[in-house]
C-alpha cells in the first residue's frame, strides 16, 4: 500500500493544457489541488484520464496532460515510479540515536589512538567521563566499542576531569560533553 509512504500531487503540464484552457488555467490548476492527489493518480493509472469540475462543467484530462508527483510523507525517503516503490524510514529511533552515539565514541578513541601513534594492533585501556545521555548509550554499545578500538577496559570516571589530569581528551558528542584518557597496555 504506496498511501502508507507517500501521497500523490497531479499538476498541470502548462504548455499542452494552456492552448486548450487559455485563461481557465488557473481554474484546472485550482481544481487539480481542491482534488484528492492520490483518487487522481489510481484514476490516471486505471482509465488513463480523469475528471475535473471547472466551473460546473465537467471535464476531461488525459495522462499526457497532467504530471503526477511523488510527495513522500514525513519520516519517508522515497524513489520510485508507477510499478515500483522504494521507501525508507529514516525516523531516528532512540536506538538509533545511541548507535550513532557509540560509533563516535568509536571515532573519538580512534583518532586519540592514531595521535598517541599507537600500532594498529597495540591494546588499551580508557577511561571516561560522560553526560548521563552519552553514558546511557555506551552502556549496551560497551562490548562493540571495546571490540573496535581493542580496548581491554572500558572504565567510567564517575568525576568529570580536572585541570591537573591533563592528558584528558575533550570532545562533544551530539551536544553531550565526552572526556576520555587512553593508555597503551603492555
Known sequence: DRSAYVSHEVRPIFPRLGPRFGKQMRLVQSALSAADGD????????????????????????????????EERPGMATQGDSELLVALDTELTPELVAEGWAREVVNRIQTARKEADLDYADRIEVRYHAHD??????????????????????????????????????????????????ERVG
Do not use: M, Y
Open 133 to 182: 545521555k552519552l553514558e546511557a548509550a555506551i552502556d549496551p554499545w560497551r562490548t562493540w566499542i571495546c571490540g573496535e578500538t581493542l580496548t581491554i577496559s572500558l572504565h567510567r570516571n564517575p568525576t568529570p576531569p580536572n585541570d591537573s589530569e591533563g592528558s584528558w581528551s575533550e570532545s562533544v558528542i551530539d551536544g553531550q560533553a565526552f572526556a576520555f584518557t587512553l
Open 39 to 70: 483518487e487522481l493518480a489510481a484514476a490516471l493509472e486505471r482509465d488513463g484520464s480523469i475528471e475535473i469540475d471547472l466551473d460546473g462543467t465537467a471535464v476531461t484530462l488525459s495522462r499526457d496532460e497532467v504530471e503526477v508527483r511523488l
